[in-house]
């Protein structure tokens, strides 16, 4: 069953624009939830004989940080873990991530872990794992690097498409198509950085080294879904110069549907079943690659191809 699809792109663009700004007023809102990775900060393993409720165990490790400030004689000995994060893993073991706010006081955050390994041995006979940790400055050297990988990943991205069609009709401008992919792609990428500030904040979803690889990864899988469809509105334009764009682009959109659905369900269902049955380390991994997919299929079918009209005053060089 057909629909239109560029007729209506208005409907399209603000299902978009309420998604992106839902997902750009979570972010000032509720924050992100980063990673030890990105923050700075300490993590624990226990394993128990019997598993306690995690909000129980969060609790604890609340209060004995308050304790231990109330102890402390100065200000300059007081720590900051922030709001714990508590999390099952394994049968009966969990994992306890706490930052470290301040770099200087590291004397005083490992003497904090030792009381902290001792209560929880006393109230819940816990024997501790593992235990690691990762300074606030690594943790900012890894967000910059995050951010550059992101911008210049996004460039590349512009130059390849506007290079590859290159060769489009006499008097159309292939920087569009470029300019327009990353339109779609940054689109993408912000509702997926709004889907984990909502996990984070309700579920303790955090965002991490696995979470940037997802969104690059999103970026090469998207881009290649909407080179697909412009290489459609390419080959039309080609054989029929004087058919109107927005009829072009409707009838490329329909002849690359299937196509595009088609794959993109092979690659949901593989990310569903990896999701539910596989690994818990990759299980965040695999969630951000399945909202990537899911919202880069949508981008590629009802965004990128209708940019193409609404910037057609941009797309059409002049003489």
């Keep these: 069953m057909r629909f239109p699809i560029i007729p209506n792109r208005r409907i399209w663009y603000t299902i978009s624009l309420v998604l992106t700004l839902a997902s750009l007023a979570s972010v000032f809102a509720l924050g992100l939830n980063l990673s030890l990775q990105f923050t700075g900060g300490t993590e624990n ?8 409720d995690v909000s129980a165990v969060r609790d604890l ?31 009966k073991g969990i994992t ?23 209560a929880m041995e006393t ?9 690691s940790s990762i300074s606030p400055s690594v943790g900012n050297t890894m ?31 292939p920087l569009v198509f470029g300019m327009n992919a ?5 689109h993408d990428l ?22 940037i690889t997802a969104m690059l990864t999103v970026l090469g899988y998207s881009v290649n879904d909407t080179i697909v469809v412009y290489d459609r509105i390419r080959e039309n334009l080609q054989l029929d110069k004087r058919a109107h764009l927005d009829k072009i682009a409707e009838e490329s959109v329909w002849q690359t549907m299937a196509r595009s659905i088609n794959t993109s369900m092979t690659v949901i ?17 695999v969630l951000a690659l399945l909202v990537g997919v899911i919202v880069g299929t949508y981008s590629s079918i009802f965004i990128a191809a209708p940019l193409l009209v609404t910037f057609k005053a941009q797309l059409i060089k002049k003489k």
Aim: charged share 20%.
């Design 123 to 131: 109230t819940y006979q816990a024997m501790e794992m593992s235990t």
């Design 96 to 118: 306890l991530r706490y930052r470290i706010a301040d770099s200087k006081k590291n004397e005083a955050y490992a003497d904090f872990n030792v009381k902290l390994r001792g």
């Design 45 to 52: 393993s226990y394993d128990f004989a019997s598993r306690p």
């Design 143 to 173: 967000k910059t690097q995050a951010i550059w990988a992101t911008i210049i990943a996004s460039i590349a991205i512009i130059i390849y498409v506007a290079w590859g069609f290159r060769d489009l009709p006499k008097g159309l401008n």
């Design 182 to 186: 990353i339109i779609a792609l940054m």
């Design 269 to 285: 269902i593989t990310l569903a079943c990896l999701l539910f049955l596989g690994a818990e380390s990759i299980q965040m991994f």
């Design 190 to 211: 912000l509702i997926m950085l709004g889907v984990f500030v909502v996990l984070g904040y309700f579920f303790h979803v955090e965002i991490g080294p696995f979470f």
């Design 61 to 91: 490790v609340i209060a004995e940080a308050k304790k231990f400030n109330d102890a402390q004689g100065s200000d300059e000995t007081k720590i900051d873990i922030g709001t714990p994060v508590v999390l099952p893993s394994g049968e």
